[in-house]
């Protein structure tokens, strides 16, 4: 594991930034140290350039243990990073963005979820199936974010979820992975698969 992953952080938020999926301060990324804290972007900083000093380390109970600088505070979000790290023992590293297909794509869920198309990509979200029948979560996207983060551990304690990666209502995508580069990887993928659902309801394709 990477001793101190803020760089591997600032790379990936600079080029989400400029894929337009963390437009202006919107997303946050983290990932674990060896002690099993996680640096996490500063609450409203700017995503395409990011520094060393816009990180605040906290532990897996959300108290602040390292900060470069005493203006940060952690992302409004960190919650639902806790939440995460908690669930996967084996996560390294959590990554959110706001692209505007991840917003649009639930819009189109079935109850609590996210029917995804039989395509490809899903291998690279570690569905090896013939014809695959996968779902991604959806939550709700409540004011106060503690309430999410308690609706994901409630979810997920009681069934994992098929992809490593869930989406809240009209807000944004998260995932999960063993590393920084699985991260980043997983970002790219469920935007790939977020674009092509909207595509194919453009032309009109159902799966
Ligand atoms: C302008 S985005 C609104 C907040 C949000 O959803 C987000 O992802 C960024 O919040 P943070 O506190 O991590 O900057
Ligand atoms: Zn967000």
Known sequence: MNSDP???LITASRQFYQLGWMAGTAGNL??????GSFWITA????KGKLTGSDFVRVSLQGEVIENPNLGNRPSAETSIHQAVYSLFPDAKACYHVHSVE???VTNFTEGDHLNLPPIEMLKGLGVWEEHPKVVMPVFKNHLDVSKIAKEISDRFQQSKPDVPALLIKNH????????????ENYIELTEYIFRYIVA???VGVHH
């Open 6 to 8: 803020r760089q591997d």
């Open 30 to 35: 983290s990932a674990r140290v060896d002690d």
């Open 43 to 46: 609450s409203g900083k700017q």
């Open 102 to 104: 991840a917003k649009l």
């Open 200 to 202: 194919a309801r453009q």
């Open 172 to 183: 944004g995508v998260t995932v999960w992975a063993n590393s920084a580069f699985d991260a």
